[in-house]
């Protein structure tokens, strides 16, 4: 298994911009999220999802959207970036069965906005 | 507003010196807390899963505990690989059913020198 993979791990961006952060899962796990982190912030929630078709926003939404057409990918877009934006992004999933609790994370994508 | 506060922010041990890290939290109903390690770089890295009040888990060198107002990361007679941020989250009641959304912790940074 992969586990959890992103695309890219680096991306610079200029201000309106926009783009596409990838996210894709071998482990068929229903649940997935997107958090940011940044520096004395720790993670923040951004959307989640509990299933195909299925998503919800978390803790800092805005400027973002999602959508989860496949139980194994999870994209996450950027309509027009912002410096405000520059961040590092994880993406993460986890089984709503057994120890669903546990959420295996990705590498990160490491994004700056010019 | 459901809160985590991990202290210290960050910690230097000599190999050998046992400590521990706290993470304090507030939340309308705790359905469980959860320790990760991050190396930098990396996306966190699962450890522990707490439930309730008087819950001991333990994995190597490290043992959490959980009160029903804070956990500790006890790290007996570290070693320099266990230099790391250590992540603290909580998981909400939040009534509506089964969710993933985590609530963080600012992280303990770690260093452990030989």
């Known amino acids: 298994n992969a586990g959890v993979t992103q695309t890219p791990k680096f991306q610079v961006l200029k201000t309106g911009q926009s783009m596409t952060l990838q996210c894709a899962q071998d482990?068929?796990?229903?649940?997935m999220s997107w958090y940011r982190q940044d520096p004395g912030m720790g993670l923040r929630l951004i959307h989640y999802s509990v299933g195909a078709g299925i998503t919800d926003q978390g803790e800092v939404p805005n400027g973002y959207n999602v959508s989860r057409s496949t139980t194994e990918d999870f994209p996450l877009r950027l309509l027009s970036a912002a410096p405000s934006q520059t961040s590092v992004y994880f993406c993460a999933s986890s089984s709503p069965t057994g120890s669903y609790n546990e959420q295996f994370f990705g590498p990160g994508t490491r994004l700056t906005v010019l | 507003e459901d809160q985590v506060t991990q202290s210290p922010e960050a910690l230097r041990l000599q190999e050998g010196e046992s400590s521990s890290l706290n993470c304090s939290y507030t939340v309308s109903g705790l359905r469980g807390l959860f320790w990760y390690r991050q190396d930098p770089g990396k996306g966190p890295e699962f450890l522990f899963t707490?439930?309730?009040a008087g819950e001991e888990k333990e994995k190597e060198r490290l043992k959490a505990t959980l009160t029903k107002k804070e956990s500790f990361l006890h790290i007996t007679a570290p070693k320099p690989e266990d230099s790391a941020t250590y992540l603290c989250a909580v998981q909400a009641d939040g009534g509506g059913g089964a969710t993933n959304k985590l609530i963080f912790g600012t992280g303990t940074l770690l260093a452990v020198q030989p």
């Open positions: 482990m068929n796990h229903e649940y």
């Open positions: 707490l439930y309730s």
